[in-house]
């Protein structure tokens, strides 16, 4: 079975982000690589739109620069994992309570 994929519009609706962004992206985050279709548009997986948020969360949520980000999606390691879960929940209450 074929993984489920969007193109660039639908991904750009999904995520509230403007399609120039997502393909200037590509070009500052190389695990974002959508496949090519051989007319050569874009087609994003599941795994793509999560990596999307991730960095989403992390350049206007956390403020933080490109090469930040980068050094973030770059660590690796089960305690790393964890305390990045636990962030993000603590992130999703704040905002729970902010509203």
Request: hydrophobic share 35%; no cysteine.
């Given at each position: 079975m074929?993984?489920?994929?969007?193109?660039?519009?639908?991904?750009?609706?999904?995520?509230?982000?403007?399609?120039?962004?997502?393909?200037?992206?590509?070009?500052e985050f190389p695990q974002l690589a959508p496949v090519?279709?051989?007319?050569?548009?874009?087609?994003?997986?599941?795994?793509h739109l999560a990596l999307i948020e991730?960095?989403?969360?992390?350049?206007?949520?956390e403020k933080l620069t490109i090469d930040g980000a980068r050094r973030r999606l770059a660590e690796t390691g089960r305690d790393a994992a964890v305390l990045r879960r636990v962030y993000d929940e603590l992130a999703s209450i704040r905002r729970l309570l902010d509203s």
């Open positions: 074929l993984p489920k994929t969007y193109k660039i519009g639908e991904v750009a609706g999904l995520t509230e982000l403007k399609p120039f962004v997502l393909r200037f992206w590509e070009t090519r279709t051989p007319k050569g548009q874009r087609l994003y997986t599941e795994a991730r960095i989403k969360t992390l350049l206007y949520e």
